[in-house]
């Protein structure tokens, strides 16, 4: 049982850390490949980076980026997060299962 938890926990890891580091590129390659967007967006700091993203907002002004790398970069993000979200949804059913069930 603890062999699986930690495979479990390490997974999650190694998936949250491909996650982070995707999004981390893709706001890089947005500063520095597509400064008239990121001006745009009104140059944002740490924080309110993530906020700027995902706003409905500034979704369209992203959608029109043309530099394929920051295309490529933003797929990347966006597939990197879908794939961390599954795994936690997929944990926390068969954790429902087997407290439920077991």
Same mark, same amino acid.
């Given at each position: 049982?603890?062999?699986?938890?930690?495979?479990?926990?390490?997974?999650?890891?190694?998936? @949250? =850390? +491909?996650?982070?580091?995707?999004?981390?590129?893709?706001?890089?390659? $947005? %500063?520095?490949?597509?400064?008239?967007?990121?001006?745009?967006?009104?140059?944002?700091?740490?924080?309110?980076?993530?906020?700027?993203?995902?706003?409905?907002?500034?979704?369209? @002004? =992203? +959608?029109?980026?043309?530099?394929?790398?920051?295309?490529?970069?933003? $797929? %990347?993000?966006?597939?990197?997060?879908?794939?961390?979200?599954?795994?936690?949804?997929?944990?926390?059913?068969?954790?429902?299962?087997?407290?439920?069930?077991?």
């Amino acid at each position: 049982m603890n062999l699986l938890v930690a495979i479990a926990l390490l997974i999650w890891l190694l998936l @949250m =850390l +491909r996650s982070v580091v995707a999004e981390y590129q893709y706001y890089q390659s $947005v %500063r520095t490949l597509e400064p008239a967007i990121w001006e745009k967006l009104g140059s944002p700091a740490w924080v309110k980076i993530p906020m700027v993203f995902v706003s409905p907002k500034h979704s369209n @002004m =992203l +959608r029109g980026m043309t530099n394929p790398t920051v295309r490529q970069l933003a $797929v %990347r993000h966006r597939a990197a997060g879908y794939q961390f979200l599954a795994y936690v949804v997929l944990v926390l059913g068969l954790g429902i299962a087997y407290f439920k069930f077991g």
